[in-house]
C-alpha cells in the first residue's frame, strides 16, 4: 500500500481555505453540515424533557457515531450513551463516555474479547449488553468467568415478528432465573425497544408492550441488586414510554431510561412527521417550550442545468441517506446570495451515486454553479457517508471539523 | 475533541487476534471480506477483455475507492482510473495512478482549487474531467488560467431524461467550438455513460447513442490536438460499447476507453444477472474463458433465533448496500466448520440499521451464534460502509487490510 495520507486532501468536504465558509465555496462540496445553534437546541430539548419527566436520558450514539456530538450529549446531562455494537462501545468509552448501554446482544468471539479489553483498560465505565437466549448468555457467562471478569446485563423483550427479544415474560423470567445462577453474568434490568411495532396506529400495542415490561420487572427485580433499570424509547415514543412506565407499579428502585437518537439533529421527513405527532398528543413537550429542530444539511453544487425542466447535482447515494425519502432543496444560492426558492419550485427526484436528479419549475432559475442546501431524512444513514462533517454557524462559518467514527 | 484513536481498535470489524481466521472469529464481526482467489480473477478477466477488444480500460474507482486494488488494477495493465469527483480524484493521485479520468463535472471554487494544487504536485499525473455547458466551461477556464495551468476536458454526451450530458450532437459541436478558444482548456474528446438508458430493452437505445457518438467524434476531431479519446461502458453494456465503436467509422486516432467499475467485485445480484446476459450475447466475453466471480462477501453473526422461523444476524444497513436487494445467506459455519445450506433455507426478509432480519425454512437449524456468509448485490454502496476490508484466501484466512478512502 502507498497511500500517502499525508497528501493534499484529508476527507472528502475539506477545508480549502481558512476561515472557511460554505456558501463561499471554501470547502469541496458536497458536504454535510451541522448547525450548531440547531444542534444545542436539541440537546438541550431532550435532556430537559427527560428532566421534566424524571427519567434519565441515554441518547443512541449509533445515529451520529460523532465523539465531539458524544461528549456534549453527556455534558449535558445524558446519563449514558447508547451504541449498537461492540466497536461502537470502543468508540464511546475512548470519547470518554463513562456508561456505555449496548442496547444488542454481544456474539462472537472477537467482539467478546473486545469488551473484555474495554472493561479491563476503562475500568470506571459502566457498560452492559442484552440477552435473550439462553444460548447467549452461557457463552458469555463462560467467556467472561475466564477473563476473570463480570458481564452487566439488560434482558430483552421482543414481540412475534419483531426484532429480537424474548417473546414472553415466562421466557424473559426463566431466562432471568438463568442468569442469576451463572457466575460471569449480572442482570442490572430491562430493555425492549418499541418501534419495531409498525402499523397503522401501533399506539395501543406501544402501550400494551409497555405494560407487560413493567409487570415483568416487578416480578424480575428479586434478581437484581440494587436499581433496576428499564429501558426503552427510540425517537418516535419516547412520550408514550414516558406516560406509561412513570405511572406503572415498577420495581422498588426503577430506574427508567430513554434512547432516543435521531432527535440530535432531528430531520425534515419521518423524524419531523413523529415529532409532530408527539407535540400534537404530549403535554409535557407542548409546555417545555420550543421544539425539536433540523440540524443536519447537505450542501451541493448544481453540476448541469442539460435539458428544460431539469438539473443534476453533484450529491448521490455516497453522501446521503435515500431510504426514507430523498433530500430536498431547502434553499437556494447564487454567489453567496441567497435566492427565493418556493416550494415545490425545485425537488429531488433521482439518486444515483454521485448525482442527484432535480426537477424544476417552468420559470425556476437554476444555473450551473448555484449551491442547493437539502434537508434530510433518516439522519442515521446520512452521518455514516461522511469522515468529517462541518459544524457551522447560522451564516455557515464553519466552527469545526466534527470526526465520525464509522 | 477527546478521542483517542490510538486506542483499543482501529476500525469496526478490527483483528483481535494474529493470523486471523475469520471463521474462527478472529475479528470483530460482521466484517465484509474480499477473497483474493476472485479479485485477480476479475482483474485479470476484464483486463484480457479490453485487451483482446483492443480498447483501454479504465475502470471506474468509485465503486472501491480503495487504493490497493487501484494498484492491482494498474499493476494489471489499466489505462487509467475513473473518479466522480475532485476528491476521487486526489486518492487515486496518492495511490499513484498516472492517469485519471473524472467522469464527472468539476464545479465549486474548493474543487477547482484541489484540482489545481493535485496538478501542480502530481505534475506527471494525465487528468482530465467532463464539460456539458457554456457557464461551466467558462468558469473552469477563467479559474485554470488565473492559476497559469490547463484543464484537459471531454466533451459529455447525455441523454434526454438522463443524468449530465449535452442533448445533442449540434449542442456537443458548439461547446466544442467554443472551448476551442478558451485558453485555460484542453479538448481531449468525448465522453458518454449509456447505464443511464433503462427500460426492458435499452439496447437499440444504447447502440443508436453510440453510433451517434462516434459520428459526433469523427466532427470534433478537428479541434483535438493528438489521440482522440472516446470512452463510455459500466459494468452492463460494456461488450455493446465494444461493438459498436470498434467497427463505426472514427477520428483517425481514436482510442476507446471503457469504464466497468462493479465487475471488480463482481455480485450475487444485478451485476451477476447483467453479465450473464453479456455472456449470451458476446461471444468474445465466451471465448475468453472463465467469467467474472463474486469476491465480496459479508460475514455475520447469528445473534437471536427468538421464534421459530426466525434469526436475526447482526449486520445491517450500516454495513451493506440494500438498495439493489438485500444481502442473501450462501454458507452457513457452526465451530468452522461448514454445514449444508440449501438454497432458500435461510432468506433474508428485512433490514435495519444494525440488524437484518431472517427467515428460516421449517427444518432449518439456525443457532444463536452460528455465522453466515452473504453474497450481495451492488457492490459500491457496500464498500462505502467500511473503513477496511479484510483481503482472505478460499480458508477466510485475513491476508491483508485493505484501507478505503470515502
Redesign the interface.
Known amino acids: ?5 499525508d ?3 484529508p ?7 481558512t476561515p472557511a465558509n460554505i456558501l ?6 458536497p458536504a454535510a453540515v451541522i448547525k450548531k445553534s440547531a444542534l444545542e437546541n436539541n440537546i438541550r430539548w431532550m435532556q430537559q424533557y427527560a428532566d421534566t419527566r424524571g427519567v434519565s436520558l441515554v441518547p443512541h450514539g ?1 445515529t451520529t457515531m460523532t ?2 456530538i458524544f ?1 456534549a450529549q453527556q455534558q449535558a446531562g445524558a446519563w449514558g450513551i447508547g451504541v ?5 462501545a ?2 464511546a ?4 463516555i463513562h456508561r456505555v448501554l449496548m442496547v ?2 454481544l ?5 467478546m ?2 469488551i473484555s ?2 472493561k479491563a ?1 476503562y475500568h470506571d465505565v459502566d457498560f452492559m449488553c442484552c440477552i ?2 439462553l ?2 448468555a452461557r ?1 458469555l457467562s463462560h467467556f467472561f468467568t475466564a477473563c476473570g471478569q463480570t458481564l452487566d446485563v439488560l434482558v430483552e423483550l ?1 414481540v ?8 414472553t415474560p415466562d421466557e424473559a423470567l426463566a431466562l432471568t432465573q438463568a442468569v442469576s445462577e451463572m457466575p460471569g453474568l449480572r442482570l442490572r434490568g430491562l430493555e425492549l425497544y418499541e418501534g419495531v411495532l409498525h402499523g397503522d396506529n401501533p399506539q395501543p400495542q406501544v402501550e400494551a408492550l409497555l405494560q407487560n415490561a413493567a409487570a415483568l420487572a416487578c416480578q424480575m427485580a428479586p434478581q437484581v441488586d440494587g436499581e433496576f433499570i428499564l429501558t426503552g424509547a427510540g425517537s418516535v415514543w419516547y412520550d408514550v414510554v414516558c406516560n406509561v412506565w412513570t405511572t406503572a407499579q415498577k420495581p422498588p428502585q426503577c430506574r427508567i431510561v430513554i434512547r432516543p437518537g435521531c432527535y440530535i439533529t432531528h430531520d425534515l421527513g419521518i423524524y419531523d412527521e413523529a415529532q409532530q405527532q408527539l407535540m400534537a398528543r404530549d403535554s409535557v413537550a407542548c409546555d417545555l417550550g420550543g421544539d425539536l429542530t433540523p440540524a443536519l444539511e447537505l450542501i451541493a ?7 428544460p425542466g ?1 438539473a ?1 447535482v ?1 450529491f448521490g ?2 453522501d446521503s441517506a ?2 426514507a425519502g430523498l433530500p430536498q432543496p431547502i434553499a437556494h444560492y447564487r454567489d453567496g446570495q441567497a435566492l427565493a426558492l418556493k416550494s415545490g419550485e425545485i425537488a429531488s427526484v433521482g439518486i ?4 442527484c ?1 432535480l426537477t424544476l419549475a417552468a420559470d425556476s432559475d437554476v ?3 448555484d449551491i442547493l442546501v437539502f434537508g434530510t431524512s433518516h439522519p ?2 446520512t452521518f ?2 461522511w ?1 468529517t462533517l462541518h459544524l457551522v454557524d447560522d451564516d455557515y462559518n464553519v466552527i469545526e471539523e466534527l ?1 465520525t ?2
Not at 11 to 17: E, P
Not at 160 to 167: A, F, S
Not at 352 to 355: F, G, L, P, T
Request: net charge positive; with cysteine; aromatic share 6%.
Open positions: 500500500m502507498k497511500y500517502h495520507p497528501t493534499l486532501v476527507h472528502k468536504s475539506a477545508v480549502m481555505n463561499a465555496e471554501d470547502v469541496c462540496l449509533k465523539p465531539w461528549q449498537g455494537s461492540a466497536w461502537q470502543s468508540v468509552m475512548a470519547s470518554g444488542n446482544q456474539v462472537g468471539k472477537a467482539n474479547q473486545l479489553r474495554l483498560h435473550d437466549s444460548t447467549n457463552a421482543g412475534e415478528g419483531g426484532r429480537c427479544g424474548c417473546r453544487i448544481v453540476q448541469s442545468v442539460p435539458e431539469r443534476i453533484n447515494k455516497r435515500f431510504d444515483m451515486d454521485q448525482h436528479m444555473q450551473v454553479g442515521c444513514l455514516d457517508k469522515q470526526v467514527m464509522f
